[in-house]
Nanobody
Framework: QVQLVESGGGLVQAGGSLRLSCAAS????????MGWFRQSPGKEREFVAA????????YYADSVKGRFTISSDNAKNTVYLQMNSLKPEDTAVYYC???????????????WGQGTQVTVSS
């Protein structure tokens, strides 16, 4: 079992920045790929970014490429999502996920955090 706890969400103006953190505990953190997803009211949960267990490979949704950066610190069992140049359309609940492989499909990820709200005002 892996437990994931997100933090760092909040209210920010358009153009601002936030850094989300996801602290993992339980089974060996470095054995899993880690991902960030988000969900807005009335919409399905969507892929945002992911990082391989080694940290050597990163993947991004087109909508956040160039603005968001995913990184991990295996010593701290923590994955981060640095979000810059935020837009109102980035407003959502952001979820951290862990899984054995990286896909954009939510059903393939094994563990999920409880989510953290990000609100971007215009």
């Amino acid at each position: 079992q892996v437990q994931l706890v997100e933090s760092g969400g909040g209210l920010v103006q358009a153009g601002g920045s936030l850094r989300l953190s996801c602290a993992a505990s339980g089974r060996t953190f470095s054995s899993y790929a880690m991902g960030w997803f988000r969900q807005s009211p009335g919409k399905e949960r969507e892929f945002v970014a992911a990082i391989s267990w080694s940290g050597g490979n990163t993947y991004y949704a087109d909508s956040v490429k160039g603005r968001f950066t995913i990184s991990s610190d295996n010593a701290k069992n923590t994955v981060y999502l640095q979000m810059n140049s935020l837009k109102p359309e980035d407003t959502a609940v952001y979820y951290c996920a862990a899984g054995s492989r990286i896909t954009i499909a939510t059903m393939t990820w094994d563990y999920w955090g409880q989510g953290t709200q990000v609100t971007v005002s215009s």
